[in-house]
T-cell receptor
């Protein structure tokens, strides 16, 4: 089973709201990723967690706050977002954050910021 | 700078009309090259990993090949259900971070 589960599937929020995206995997993977994907563009890496520690932050604005409570869960906390943050947010996991490990992606959360 | 370029940007085929998608890459030491398929509104679905020049992998109507500068995804006798965006990504050896560098993708449409 190579399933990565993301919730919710769709989210609409105002610019003053606080919301969270959730991601879960049960493959025993020790690396988890957040990507942002705009229409007709490839995924852009935002954060990487390796062994529950943040290893990469691709200069993402502080209104996005990642959290990795344990090796199976990954959250992305959202606060004071802008309309340009509307996108498909993808979570992925891999064996670990090193080497040529296959990244398995979830179905994504479609976020709309009004 | 590490870079991935895919061509063509869009490809329209008739059902049964074989073709190839190209992925050219420049990377400071290739750790792995990955092909994904992405349907609209869905997450990328893993297809293949290639590690060294000369390597080939097949799955149903798809075959991926790798040279030192590029990879091809050959589609033999495609069906309408093969319509999707195909993404190529590379992982560089430097830094050992697992970071994927994606190309812009090729959107394939197969007409019955």
């Amino acid at each position: 089973d190579t399933e990565v589960t993301q919730t919710p599937k769709h989210l609409v929020m105002g610019m003053t709201n606080k919301k969270s995206l959730k991601c879960e995997q049960h493959m025993g993977h020790r690396a988890m990723y957040w990507y942002k994907q705009k229409a007709k563009k490839p995924p852009e890496l935002m954060f990487v967690y390796s062994y529950e520690k943040l290893s990469i932050n691709e200069s993402v604005p502080s209104r996005f706050s990642p959290e990795c409570p344990n090796s199976s869960l990954l959250n992305l906390h959202l606060h004071a977002l802008q309309p340009e943050d509307s996108a498909l947010y993808l979570c992925a996991s891999s064996h670990d954050g090193q080497g040529a490990n296959i990244q398995y992606f979830g179905a994504g959360t479609r976020l709309s910021v009004l | 700078e590490d870079q991935v370029t895919q061509s063509p940007e869009a490809l329209r085929l008739q059902e049964g009309e074989s073709s190839s998608l190209n992925c050219s890459y420049t990377v400071s030491g290739l750790r792995g090259l990955f092909w994904y398929r992405q349907d609209p509104g869905k997450g990328p679905e893993f297809l293949f990993t290639l590690y060294s020049a000369g390597e080939e992998k097949e799955k149903e109507r798809l075959k991926a090949t790798l040279t030192k500068k590029e990879s091809f995804l050959h589609i033999t006798a495609p069906k309408p259900e093969d319509s999707a965006t195909y993404l190529c990504a590379v992982q560089a050896a430097a830094g050992n971070t697992g970071k994927l560098i994606f190309g812009q993708g090729t959107t394939l449409q197969v007409k019955p």
